[in-house]
């Protein structure tokens, strides 16, 4: 350190705040008060609202708020779970690359599952 | 060394909280959290798979829909739909703790007490909505 180029109110400034350390907190929360209504609404609806064969199914996800809600309630669930998955690799993965590799991981499959089941909603509410 | 983050080749002991502590209620109801969240990442899975079959037409919904339906699988979418009521019961009571409500010892003893009875009774009854209603 005493031989860095940076000035020390360049390191002290590099420490400081960057006036988001609270922006995981509160995303984390923020995804989960959706969440209470999201999941019991879509597990209510489609186990009411349908007797699971293939067509009673297709004909809840075509009306709109279905397919929204369904939609909805993915990526609000896949935000909250890359969340709180990246807790648990911080807390318990400390070998620099399984750390790495891990965390890239669980912002890739959330991404990955967000795309297939939006794509999917998608289709089968305009009926392709 | 200071570039592979705090706790890389970190040689200090990790937290022995699990061979010290007996188990007790907040702690468990703590851990099971974390574990049911972990366990809903394969739910999330199933959910995306489940909706993509649906959207590869008939053929492909009734094959997922059959494997899914075998007794090993209907296991697993049990414990799922357990950790999902748990997982849910129990952010419910975070989100309080949250807002500075429930600390009290009894109160989160007797609320973590009813969270894993939530988990439990609510996949009997999501169980019971979908296959006797």
Known sequence: MTHSLRTPLSRARGLGSAKHGVGHFIQQRATAIFLTVLLPWFALSILLGTDGSYDSVIGWMKHPLNAAGTALLVLTGLFHMRLGMQVVIEDYITGPVARTVSLLANTAIPAILAVIAILSVAKVFVGA | ?133
């Open chain 2, 1 to 133: 060394m200071s570039m592979a983050g705090p706790q890389a080749h970190d040689k200090r002991p990790l937290s022995p909280h699990l061979q010290v502590w007996r188990w007790h209620v907040t702690m468990a109801t703590s851990i099971f959290h974390r574990a049911s969240g972990v366990a809903l990442y394969l739910g999330a899975i199933v959910l995306t798979t489940w909706v993509m079959a649906l959207a590869s037409g008939p053929e492909a919904y009734g094959a997922y829909m059959a494997f899914l339906m075998s007794p090993l699988c209907l296991l697993v979418l049990f414990g799922i739909t357990a950790a999902a009521c748990y997982h849910l019961a129990n952010g419910i009571r975070h989100l309080a703790w949250d807002a500075g409500k429930g600390f009290d010892p009894k109160v989160s003893t007797a609320t973590g007490w009813a969270t894993i009875i939530a988990g439990a009774v609510g996949a009997v009854l999501v169980f019971a909505l979908a296959f006797l209603a």
